[in-house]
């Protein structure tokens, strides 16, 4: 199965701040998922990331607010943009990887102060 | 549109006695479906997942669901559960391929010594 390194792991921002969150795959690969969880929540997706075009925004996100990036077929990046207290949630990237199905990242727990 | 419904939120048992999280899926056609542990402070871990076939699948850590196509269920056993298995259980339904998961509310299994 794919590893995935997500960074940074963990980060407390002020809010109005941005930050980017980047995703590295250990091997090539088509799509890249962003999730959110937010505090005692299960994930929602926000985008699908393809290497060479736009991503696909879920309903409720914003390219504006979550600007996402993929140069390569082994990374991607998430930008948190504007923050406020209610952006406070673990963010995780996925992959696929033929018929091992989905592998997740370690989350990067964001707390906005 | 594809869901999936974990109907209990929290569940507690006693360590060594059995378990089984219910999972229920709304999707169309032949789905492909997971089970997902989350540790507290740490990422998703794929504990198994269904595409087709055998519809009794084994997964790490002693755990097994079965696919019932008749009651769109995928409900995770396991026969003697363990302090460790303590941790947060997510159900998610996938359309195969590339596509996105969707995930369920999740289940939070406390375990008594």
């Known amino acids: 199965s794919a590893v995935i390194s997500q960074k940074p792991s963990r980060d407390i921002c002020q809010r109005g701040t941005s930050l980017t969150i980047q995703c590295q795959v250990d091997?090539?690969?088509?799509?890249m998922f962003w999730y959110r969880q937010q505090p005692g929540q299960s994930l929602t997706l926000i985008a699908t990331a393809n290497q060479g075009s736009e991503a696909t925004y879920e309903s409720g996100f914003v390219i504006d607010k979550f600007p996402i990036s993929r140069p390569n077929l082994t990374f991607s990046t998430l930008t948190v943009s504007n923050m406020s207290p209610e952006d406070s949630s673990i963010y995780l990237c996925?992959?696929?990887?033929?018929?091992?199905?989905?592998?997740f990242g370690s989350g990067t727990r964001l707390t906005v102060v | 549109a594809q869901s999936v419904t974990q109907p209990d939120i929290h569940i507690t048992v006693s360590e060594g006695a059995s378990l089984e999280l219910r999972c229920n899926y709304s999707?169309?056609?032949?789905?492909?479906l997971f089970w997902y542990v989350q540790s507290p402070g740490q990422g998703l871990q794929l504990l198994l997942k269904y595409f087709s076939g055998d519809t009794l699948v084994q997964g790490i850590k002693g755990f097994e669901a079965e696919f019932k196509r008749s009651q769109s269920s995928f409900n995770l056993r396991k026969p003697s559960v363990h302090w460790s298995d303590a941790a947060e259980y997510f159900c998610?339904?996938?359309?195969?391929?590339?596509?996105?998961?969707?995930f369920g509310a999740g289940t939070r299994l406390a375990v008594h010594p």
């Open positions: 091997s090539q690969v088509t799509m």
């Open positions: 996925s992959v696929v990887v033929g018929d091992d199905g989905y592998t």
């Open positions: 999707y169309g056609a032949t789905p492909y």
């Open positions: 998610a339904v996938g359309a195969g391929g590339y596509n996105k998961l969707i």
